[in-house]
Structures are given as structure tokens and as C-alpha cells.
């Protein structure tokens, strides 16, 4: 018995029906919402595994640990909203070279905050307008100019410093400590929110959003693109610096090549807090949630004393699959948009 038409077309509009409200729910969650529910799981396996984990003298060591790797990711998040192919990897080996910076100021008697932070963010910046103006003036593949200054920044940090070592003021080095019950690492980190959050309600930040999400339409509109690329580079630039500080800080004394492991780690983290590879989506609360997420995993998988083979096997698996739900949530918003 063949079905009649209004059979086969009641059955389609129940389809549709179930299809849009998967959709509008799954569009209505948060771009974040698969790292906060890993930070969830996470944090209660740190729990288990480090009962003491939330008194203020161990909390305020792991927030200070963490804090390196969440600003620079945070530093890494606009260079991906951007699109495109746009990142920045050059952020590691920058750290670097502001770490071994401070070092070479410290041994000239140069310890005045002022100096050391004025030149910690000049660097940053810096950074930020030689990469910016060869990707948004010359138009060279932003991956091309990064992995140059990324070479160029890892034989320099090495060369100023062969040797780890050194020194650093006592006001950095109280960076890891607290303020009362507060740590000053959690401040900091605040000071990076805060930015982001003030630049959301700028023009500035809105373009690279739009940028992100649809190059040619943007130019179409008026967003002056070479502008917008020159600034993104310089905002990655000074939250790179902020974050070398924090390194300098965390570890008390320079080396050469301690941020050169930032970069990976940093472009996970932004992936795994939900800001999308391909532009236009994300942000910097998603960026510190998968920064924390990626810190508390290799601490479950160190405390666990599982061998080096199964930390890499269990660390990618963690963040293809986070990457490949991220990708599922913002689908229907893609296909609704179309």
C-alpha cells in the first residue's frame, strides 16, 4: 500500500520541526560550553586526586602556573577571530626574549618597574607592528611571517641567554604570591579580561569580528582591513607581554627556551574554548576556560603518573574531540545563516 501524499508531508514538517528546535537550542548555548563542561569534569578529578587543591596556599600556585599560558591565549584569541588563516606563532619565542629581556635589565642594576614592564610591552608591541605590517600591508600569508619571527625570536632569546639563570626584582617574583586571600596572579588575569572586555565595546574589536566572519563583505562596508590587521597584531603583541612577565615571574630566572612550548599550547587552548579556526567566533572567556582546561589535564595526567606515550595519546584525543563538538555547536548557526 503506497502512503498518501499528506502522510509524506506531515512526516517532513515533523522532521523540520524536530531539526529547528535542535537547532535553537544547540545555537543557544554558549560558545564555550563543551570546554566548561571539561573544566567541570576536570576540576573534580583534581579534587580527587589533590584533596588540598582548593585551600588558598595551593590554589594561588596553581592559578600563578596557569596564569603564562591563559594570557596568552587570551593574547592569541583576536590574531584567530581575525580568519582567514590569520594567528600569530610567534607568541612563544616572544615570551622568551622577554623573559631573558628582564634577565639583561636585572644585571645592569635596571629593576624599576616602570622600565621593566615599559619594555616588556614595548617588545610586545613591537612584535605586534613588524608582523602586522608585513601581513596587512605586503599581504604575506600570516603563517609565513610568523614562523620567520618565531625563528627569529627563538635564536635571539637563545643567543642574549645560552645559559639558563639570573635574576629578577622582588616586586615580579611577589607576582606569584597574594594580596590578603587574593592572588595576584588571579588580578592579573583580570587586568587581561578587563581589556578585552573594555575593547568589545569599541568599533575596533567589532571589525575583527566582522572581518572573521566575512572579509569581503566588511571591505564592501567601509572596515578599513589593513587598520584592523596592523591593531590585532599589536593587541596580541601586548597581551604577549603581559603573559612573558608572568612566565618571568612563575619561574624566578631566565631561559632561552622556556616559551617556546606557549605557542601550541596556547592555539589549543583558544580552539578548545570554543573561538573558531576559521574566524569570526569566539572570545577571550572561552580562551581562558580552555587554558585552564589544558593546564588542569596535564596536571591530572602528571599526579596520575601515566607514561609520556598515553599523556600525548590522552591530551589529543581530549582536544580533537572538544574541537569536533565546537564544530557540531556552531554548525546549525552556519547553516541557519546560509
Do not use: C
Amino acid at each position: 500500500m503506497t502512503q498518501s501524499p499528506s502522510t509524506n508531508t506531515s512526516e517532513v514538517v515533523e522532521q523540520d520541526v524536530v531539526l529547528r528546535k535542535r537547532e535553537f537550542w544547540m545555537t543557544r548555548l554558549p560558545y564555550m560550553s563543551v570546554a566548561l563542561v571539561i573544566l567541570m569534569i576536570l576540576l573534580l578529578l583534581n579534587t580527587a586526586l589533590e584533596t588540598n587543591l582548593w585551600t588558598i596556599s595551593v590554589l594561588s600556585g596553581v592559578i600563578a602556573s596557569a596564569a603564562p599560558l591563559v594570557i596568552a591565549a587570551i593574547g592569541e584569541t583576536p590574531a584567530i577571530i581575525l580568519g582567514n588563516g590569520s594567528l600569530d606563532i610567534s607568541i612563544g619565542p616572544l615570551m622568551s626574549v622577554i623573559n631573558v629581556t628582564i634577565i639583561l635589565l636585572v644585571q645592569q642594576g635596571l629593576t624599576s618597574p616602570v622600565i621593566i614592564i615599559g619594555m616588556a610591552m614595548l617588545l610586545g608591541v613591537g612584535s605586534g607592528v613588524l608582523n602586522g605590517v608585513f601581513i596587512s600591508v605586503l599581504r604575506i600569508p600570516p603563517i609565513v611571517v610568523t614562523f620567520a619571527t618565531y625563528t627569529i625570536y627563538m635564536g635571539l632569546a637563545t643567543h642574549l641567554l645560552s645559559q639558563p639563570g639570573g635574576t629578577i626584582p622582588s616586586w615580579l617574583a611577589n607576582w606569584t604570591g597574594n594580596i590578603g586571600p587574593l592572588p595576584i596572579s588571579a588580578v592579573i588575569i583580570a587586568v587581561a579580561l578587563i581589556l578585552w572586555f573594555a575593547l568589545s565595546r569599541t568599533r575596533f574589536l567589532r571589525n575583527i569580528y566582522a572581518i572573521g566572519g566575512d572579509e569581503r563583505a566588511s571591505y564592501v562596508s567601509g572596515v578599513p582591513l589593513v587598520w584592523v590587521r596592523l591593531g590585532t597584531y599589536m593587541l596580541t603583541g601586548l597581551f604577549v607581554s603581559l603573559a612573558g612577565l608572568m612566565l618571568t615571574a612563575e619561574i624566578a630566572s631566565g631561559d632561552g627556551n622556556i616559551g617556546t612550548s606557549f605557542t601550541l599550547t596556547a592555539i589549543a587552548s583558544v580552539a578548545l574554548g570554543g573561538t573558531s579556526l576559521l574566524g569570526g567566533r569566539g572570545g577571550a572567556m572561552g580562551s581562558l576556560v580552555g587554558a585552564f582546561d589544558i593546564f588542569l589535564i596535564n596536571n591530572v595526567i602528571t599526579v596520575s603518573h601515566v607514561g609520556v606515550f598515553w599523556q600525548d595519546v590522552a591530551y589529543g584525543l581530549i582536544l580533537v574531540a572538544a574541537v569536533v563538538a565546537n564544530a557540531l555547536i556552531a554548525r546549525p548557526g552556519r547553516r541557519r545563516g546560509r
